[in-house]
């Protein structure tokens, strides 16, 4: 028979345990604008650069419903502090407004406004921006270097890039940083096959099996600075740390990056350094909650209304670098990467369809068995091409 005296202690430590858990941490629950869709969404970061220039209109969807829902029909245009103007005409894909933007307009040291008038005829504005001037990108460029993660007992080697910059000027109040990396990426070669369905198999043509992609990505971490404390000077910024993981294969073959250093005011600045805080601290139990971002956009008949997203104006420059047989790592393929397993009998017909199937022979052994479709595909993976970029 259990003794149930032996158990009241356990029962009494359990609770005790539960009791302390929930009061320590405290749990999160978003704030309902977060659940709420519907909220109008502008995002509109404008530079000095001449040539056509987008603005992404649109609805937030409820965080646990996401998907892009494009704002139609709007009015959209963007004044400068003298009374010029120009007009943001609906463009492809859905959401989007475009404007060809010359020279002449965009002038350093002068203000802009961003004016949206929606189908539901509510007119919304934004605080006037500044473009400020941005200074040179003196250089970029990377180091090896090696990073302890937790839970890993050895160091992991890779790269970390650097941006050099020389503060002599007094308007660079603000700098932003903006990276998009593209790497190649190879699938092992083996034949495949494809399972439309039950009854039939074809060999998966050329063409539908590319073996050689480039995946091109914006980095999410956002980078940025006040530049008030500086001396006039050479300054460098770390990015970054990109380890050489034979997986992901950034670092194997060719990696290239984008480099784009914006000039921005304080309002701008305090927008996206909250908004890289949010990015690097969402995923721990003890992360503090994320911030509700102030928009400088608002409805100019109800001010109460939340608007999401920014406007800003900005110089910018920018510089392409790249990195390729990097002296100092291990960039040997790792080579069982994707190739078929054999799991078993049975293991050499699909259950679900579309299938696709690979054989290939490695240690002596040729197996044909099921993968997935970007071992086979290499375009399946996110921001991926098998065209060769014309910087590569």
Same mark, same amino acid.
């Given at each position: 028979?259990?003794?149930?005296?032996?158990? /009241?202690?356990?029962?009494?430590?359990?609770?005790?345990?539960?009791?302390?858990? +929930?009061?320590?941490?405290?749990?999160?629950?978003?704030?309902?604008?977060?659940?709420?869709?519907?909220?109008?969404?502008?995002?509109?970061?404008?530079?000095?650069?001449?040539?056509?220039?987008?603005?992404?209109?649109?609805?937030?969807?409820?965080?646990?419903?996401?998907?892009?829902?494009?704002?139609?029909?709007?009015?959209?245009?963007?004044?400068?502090?003298?009374?010029?103007?120009?007009?943001?005409?609906?463009?492809?894909?859905?959401?989007?407004?475009?404007?060809?933007?010359?020279?002449?307009?965009?002038?350093?040291?002068?203000?802009?406004?961003?004016?949206?008038?929606?189908?539901?005829?509510?007119?919304?504005?934004?605080?006037?921006?500044?473009?400020?001037?941005?200074?040179?990108?003196?250089?970029?460029?990377?180091?090896?270097?090696?990073?302890?993660?937790?839970?890993?007992?050895?160091?992991?080697?890779?790269?970390?890039?650097?941006?050099?910059?020389?503060?002599?000027?007094?308007?660079?109040?603000?700098?932003?940083?903006?990276?998009?990396? +593209?790497?190649?990426?190879?699938?092992?070669?083996?034949?495949?096959?494809?399972?439309?369905?039950?009854?039939?198999?074809?060999?998966?043509?050329?063409?539908?099996?590319?073996?050689?992609?480039?995946?091109?990505?914006?980095?999410?971490?956002?980078?940025?600075?006040?530049?008030?404390?500086?001396?006039?000077?050479?300054?460098?910024?770390?990015?970054?740390?990109? *380890?050489? @993981? /034979?997986?992901?294969?950034?670092?194997?073959?060719?990696?290239?990056?984008?480099?784009?250093?914006?000039?921005?005011?304080? @309002?701008?600045?305090?927008?996206?350094?909250?908004?890289?805080?949010?990015?690097?601290?969402?995923?721990?139990?003890?992360?503090?909650? *994320?911030?509700?971002?102030?928009?400088?956009?608002?409805?100019?008949? @109800?001010?109460?209304?939340?608007?999401?997203?920014?406007?800003?104006?900005?110089?910018?420059?920018?510089?392409?670098?790249?990195?390729?047989?990097?002296?100092?790592?291990?960039?040997?393929?790792? *080579?069982?990467?994707?190739?078929?397993?054999?799991?078993?009998?049975?293991?050499?017909?699909? +259950?679900?369809?579309?299938?696709?199937?690979?054989?290939?022979?490695?240690?002596?052994? +040729?197996?044909?068995?099921?993968?997935?479709?970007?071992?086979?595909?290499?375009?399946?993976?996110?921001?991926?091409?098998?065209?060769?970029?014309?910087?590569?």
């Amino acid at each position: 028979m259990m003794n149930i005296s032996l158990y /009241k202690p356990i029962a009494f430590s359990y609770l005790i345990v539960v009791i302390l858990l +929930t009061g320590c941490v405290e749990r999160y629950r978003p704030d309902d604008l977060y659940l709420r869709d519907g909220i109008l969404v502008i995002s509109a970061n404008i530079t000095d650069q001449p040539g056509v220039q987008m603005i992404e209109i649109s609805r937030s969807a409820h965080i646990e419903i996401p998907g892009f829902q494009p704002e139609l029909d709007c009015y959209v245009t963007l004044l400068r502090e003298d009374g010029e103007s120009r007009i943001f005409n609906a463009v492809y894909p859905l959401g989007y407004y475009a404007s060809e933007l010359d020279s002449a307009f965009l002038r350093t040291g002068m203000s802009y406004q961003l004016q949206v008038a929606t189908q539901d005829g509510n007119e919304y504005q934004s605080d006037f921006d500044e473009i400020r001037p941005v200074p040179a990108i003196d250089s970029v460029y990377y180091k090896v270097e090696s990073m302890k993660y937790n839970g890993v007992d050895d160091p992991v080697n890779g790269i970390r890039f650097y941006v050099d910059f020389t503060y002599d000027d007094e308007a660079y109040e603000y700098i932003r940083w903006e990276l998009t990396e +593209t790497y190649e990426f190879h699938n092992p070669k083996m034949e495949a096959f494809y399972y439309p369905n039950r009854w039939t198999v074809y060999p998966l043509p050329e063409e539908d099996n590319p073996r050689i992609c480039y995946i091109t990505k914006q980095l999410p971490a956002v980078h940025s600075m006040s530049t008030h404390s500086l001396s006039f000077g050479s300054y460098s910024k770390p990015f970054d740390f990109i *380890p050489n @993981d /034979k997986m992901e294969q950034k670092l194997l073959y060719k990696y290239s990056l984008l480099v784009k250093q914006y000039s921005m005011g304080p @309002d701008g600045y305090h927008y996206f350094h909250e908004l890289g805080a949010n990015r690097q601290d969402q995923g721990q139990i003890f992360d503090k909650q *994320p911030a509700l971002l102030t928009s400088n956009i608002c409805n100019i008949a @109800d001010v109460n209304e939340k608007v999401l997203g920014f406007f800003t104006m900005s110089a910018v420059q920018e510089t392409r670098v790249f990195a390729d047989k990097i002296p100092g790592l291990d960039l040997s393929p790792y *080579p069982y990467y994707c190739l078929p397993v054999d799991s078993g009998p049975g293991s050499g017909r699909p +259950t679900n369809f579309p299938a696709y199937f690979a054989r290939a022979t490695y240690d002596g052994v +040729t197996i044909y068995a099921e993968v997935n479709k970007h071992c086979v595909d290499c375009r399946e993976y996110k921001g991926s091409t098998s065209y060769k970029p014309d910087f590569w």
